[in-house]
C-alpha cells in the first residue's frame, strides 16, 4: 500500500509539473495541450524509492574517483545555504546523492552568481549549482536538465498600495538581483529605477533601510528569508508569480561529457523517487499540494475558456462575413491604387529611358561579372563601337577596357569612386584624339549592398582646348611683363660694355684699364646671356614630361626670371633654398604654376604700394624645404592679401580679383599640380599678404 501511494503522488507531482508550465504559457493551444496531454498518456514507472537518509548515507560517497569543483550561491536557502554544521539544503543533498550514485565527490566553493560565472570561464569550477537558465548565457555555458521550479514574485512592504502589479514599477526604486532573469526581463520596463544587490538577502536588507520601495526575486526564498528574519507580517507579495523560475546546473561550454553525467544523475534521482523526497523533506507536501491547487484552478480556467472560445466563434462567423464585405471593398480599392501605380511606374520609366537616350554625357552600368547591362546611345558613340555592348564583357570595347582594366575592382571591392578623371582617347582606327572626363562608382540596391557599376563618359576635347588657350594666354601675360623688367635689366649691362668699348681708344695701354675691362666686360656678357636664356626657355613649348629634378633649382631660375621685374619696380625678391629637394614631375608646368604665382604676388603688392602709404617698400620671400617625405615650396608676398570670401572662390574659374584679371591662372595651375601629384594651400589676411604652399611627394632616388 505504501508503495502504490508513493506511486500516486509521484505521478501526481508529475501531472501538476506538466500542467503548470504548459498552462502558464499565452497561447491557446499549448493550454489545450497541458489540459489534454496528462489525461490520456501518464507513463508511471514502477520503481523502488530510496530513503534521502539511506542515500546519504551509501557507501558510494567514499568513492572519490572524481572530484568537482561545484560554485553556488550560499545565501539561496532553502535550495542551498551555509549553517555552522556545513551547507545544506535542497540542492546541496541533491548534488550529493547524485556523486554517491555516480562515482564523483563535490567540492563545495560558496561564492556570489557573478563570481561563479567567471570563475567556470577560466576554469576555477566545473559546476554552477542553482542557476537559473538565462538565454544570454547559453553561448558561455552549457545547462542541465532543471531540477526544481519556482516562480518570481513582487514583494513591497505590508498596507502599500502604490504598487499592485509590474506596471505600477513605472519611476519606482526596485531591489533585484543583478544579473537575474527577473532583472533582464524587467530592464524592458521603462522608467524602472533598480538598486541592484548580488542576492535576495541583501535585497531585502535594502527594503528595510528604506533604500527600495519594491524587491523582486524568487518567492519561494524570500518566503524563507522572512520567515527566517520574523518579518512576514511587514511585507505582502502582490504578484505571485511575475515569471517562471527554472534552476538548473551549468558547465563550461560544449563540456558534454560533464553535462551527460549530472543529466543522467538528475534521471535516475527523479526516476527513483528521490527527487520527490528531498522535495518533501525541505518542502513538505503543502508545497506540492499548493501547486496541483493552482493546477486544477487553471483548468477550471481553461475550461472556462473553452466555453467561452466557442461562444465567440459563433458570434465571430458572423461578423466574419461583414469584414470579408469589406475587406472584397478594400481590395479592390487597393487594386485600383495599383493599377495606378503601376502606370506611374511605365510613365517614370519612360522618362528614364528618354533621359537616358537623350543624355550629353554616356552612361554605362556594369554588373559584378563584368557585363555591360545598360548604355545609352551617346556612351555607344563615345565608345566607337559598330555594335551594341549591351550584355557583353567591357573587354570588348578598347575605352571601356582600358578605364576598368584596374579601377573596377576597386569599386566593386571597396566601394571606390573615381571622379572627374580624365583620359585622352586615340581610337586604333583611324580617328580624331579625344579627350574624356570619366566617373565610377558603385551601384546599390535597397540594402546597400554594391550590385555593379556605373559610368559617366562626358567629351571635354572643346574644353581642353578652350582650356590650353587660356594657359597660352596667361604665359603671354607673364611673358610681357617678364620681357619688359628684362630689357631694363640687359639696358645696364649694355651701358656698362659700351662705356668701356668707348674708353678703349684713350686707355688701352692704361693697365688697370686693361684690368677693369677684363674683369667687368665678361662678367656683363654673361649677365645678358644668363637673362635671354632663361627667357628663351621660358618661351620654349615642349611637350609634357615627367621627370626627376630639383625643385630648389627650378625655383632659383624662376627668381632669377623675375629679379630684374621686382628690382625695376623697387621691390625685393629673397629665396631660402635647401639641397637635395628631388621631386618628379612635369618641369615645364612647374615652373609655369611657380611664374604663375611670382606674378600675382608682385601685382598684389603693386596694388597694395598704389593704395596705402607704406614706410617700407613691400618684399615677397620664396623657399623650398624639406618636411619628411614631402617637399615645400612656400611663396610668401607682402600684397593686399585676401578676405576669407575671396580666398574660398580664388580657384573658381573664371573668378578675379583684379580688373583685367581672366580667372584662369589660379585654376589652370591648381590643375597642372594635380596632374603631377601635388597639393595646393593657401594662407591670406586681408591688407597684410598671401603664403602659397606647394606640397610634393619627395623622390629619394634620382635614377
Known amino acids: 500500500m505504501r508503495r ?223 520567515s527566517e528574519l520574523q518579518l512576514e507580517d511587514a511585507y505582502q507579495f502582490v504578484s505571485s508569480y511575475v515569471i517562471p523560475l527554472e534552476y538548473a546546473m551549468a558547465v563550461k561550454k560544449e563540456n558534454f561529457g560533464l553535462l551527460n553525467l549530472l543529466n543522467r544523475g538528475l534521471q535516475q534521482a527523479k526516476g527513483q523517487g528521490i527527487h520527490h523526497e528531498l522535495q518533501e523533506k525541505w518542502f513538505g507536501s503543502n508545497l506540492l499540494q499548493a501547486r496541483l491547487e493552482q493546477t486544477l484552478k487553471a483548468l477550471g480556467f481553461i475550461l472556462a475558456l473553452i466555453f467561452g472560445v466557442f461562444l465567440i466563434s459563433l458570434w465571430w462567423n458572423r461578423m466574419l462575413q461583414k469584414e470579408v464585405q469589406r475587406k472584397t471593398g478594400e481590395l479592390k480599392a487597393a487594386n485600383r491604387d495599383l493599377e495606378y501605380q503601376i502606370l506611374e511606374t511605365r510613365n517614370m520609366s519612360g522618362l528614364m529611358e528618354q533621359i537616358m537616350r537623350n543624355s550629353p554625357r554616356g552612361l554605362v552600368t556594369v554588373d559584378r561579372k563584368g557585363l555591360v547591362t545598360a548604355l545609352n546611345p551617346r556612351a555607344q558613340e563615345l565608345t566607337g563601337e559598330a555594335e551594341s555592348l549591351k550584355d557583353k564583357h567591357y573587354t570588348a570595347s578598347p575605352l571601356l577596357e582600358t578605364l576598368l582594366e584596374t579601377r573596377l575592382k576597386h569599386v566593386l571591392e571597396e566601394g571606390v569612386q573615381y571622379v572627374g578623371g580624365e583620359l585622352r582617347w586615340q581610337p586604333e582606327e583611324k580617328g580624331s584624339r579625344v579627350d574624356i572626363r570619366y566617373t565610377l562608382y558603385p551601384a546599390r540596391d535597397v540594402e546597400k549592398q554594391i550590385t555593379g557599376m ?105 627668381t632669377a626670371l623675375f629679379e630684374p621685374v621686382f628690382n625695376s619696380k623697387g621691390f625685393q625678391l629673397k629665396s631660402r633654398l635647401e639641397p637635395d629637394c628631388v621631386i618628379q614631375a612635369d618641369r615645364d608646368q612647374i615652373k609655369q604654376v611657380l611664374v604663375n604665382f611670382l606674378l600675382n604676388g608682385l601685382e598684389a603688392m603693386e596694388m597694395r604700394v598704389n593704395g596705402e602709404e607704406m614706410t617700407m617698400p613691400p618684399s615677397m620671400t620664396t623657399s623650398c624645404r624639406l618636411d619628411g617625405a614631402h617637399v615645400w615650396i612656400d611663396l610668401k608676398d607682402e600684397g593686399v592679401g585676401m578676405s576669407p570670401e575671396e580666398l574660398k572662390n580664388i580657384l573658381e574659374p573664371f573668378y578675379s580679383t583684379k580688373k583685367d584679371g581672366t580667372g584662369l591662372g589660379l585654376p589652370l595651375s591648381k590643375r597642372y599640380l594635380e596632374d603631377n601629384g601635388a597639393v595646393l594651400s593657401f594662407e591670406s589676411e586681408k591688407g597684410q599678404g598671401t603664403i602659397v604652399h606647394l606640397q610634393f611627394e619627395r623622390m629619394t632616388d634620382r635614377g
Open 4 to 226: 502504490t501511494e508513493e506511486k500516486k503522488q509521484t505521478s501526481l507531482s508529475h501531472i501538476a509539473a506538466a500542467l503548470k508550465k504548459r498552462c502558464n504559457s499565452p497561447r491557446f493551444t499549448r493550454c489545450l495541450l497541458a489540459l489534454v496531454i496528462p489525461m490520456l498518456v501518464v507513463p508511471l514507472v514502477m520503481v523502488q524509492s530510496v530513503p534521502v537518509e539511506a542515500a546519504l548515507d551509501n557507501p558510494y560517497l567514499q568513492r572519490q574517483h572524481l572530484v568537482l569543483r561545484v560554485a553556488f550561491d550560499p545565501r539561496l536557502a532553502p535550495l542551498q545555504y551555509e549553517t555552522p554544521e556545513g551547507y545544506q539544503g535542497f540542492s546541496i543533498d541533491l548534488l550529493e546523492i547524485m556523486g554517491s550514485r555516480n562515482d564523483f565527490r563535490v567540492q563545495w566553493m560558496p561564492m556570489t552568481m557573478t563570481q561563479a560565472q567567471k570563475s567556470l570561464q577560466e576554469g576555477t569550477v566545473d559546476v554552477i549549482m542553482g542557476i537559473d537558465y538565462q538565454a544570454r548565457l547559453a553561448p558561455e555555458m552549457e545547462f542541465t536538465e532543471p531540477f526544481f521550479s519556482s516562480t518570481v514574485g513582487l514583494m513591497v512592504p505590508a498596507g502599500a498600495t502604490e504598487i499592485e502589479s509590474i506596471a505600477d514599477l513605472s519611476e519606482k526604486l526596485v531591489a533585484i538581483q543583478r544579473h537575474s532573469l527577473e532583472h533582464d526581463f524587467l530592464q524592458n520596463v521603462w522608467r524602472i529605477n533598480f538598486n541592484t544587490t548580488e542576492n535576495l538577502v541583501d535585497g531585502l536588507a535594502l527594503m528595510e533601510m528604506n533604500r527600495a520601495e519594491a524587491l523582486v526575486g524568487d518567492r519561494l526564498v524570500l518566503q524563507h528569508a522572512l
Open 454 to 558: 556605373i559610368l559617366t563618359l562626358e567629351d571635354i576635347t572643346e574644353e581642353r582646348k578652350q582650356r590650353e588657350q587660356g594657359f597660352e594666354r596667361e604665359k603671354s601675360r607673364a611673358l610681357h611683363q617678364v620681357v619688359a623688367g628684362i630689357a631694363h635689366e640687359i639696358r645696364n649691362p649694355l651701358t656698362s660694355i659700351k662705356t668701356f668699348v668707348e674708353l678703349i681708344p684713350a686707355k688701352i695701354l692704361n693697365p688697370q684699364f686693361q684690368e677693369n675691362i677684363v674683369r667687368h666686360v665678361p662678367r656683363e656678357v654673361e649677365r645678358v646671356s644668363q637673362l635671354i636664356e632663361s627667357l628663351i626657355d621660358y618661351a620654349r613649348p615642349r611637350p609634357p614630361n615627367r621627370e626627376v629634378f630639383d625643385a630648389a633649382e627650378l625655383l632659383r631660375s624662376c
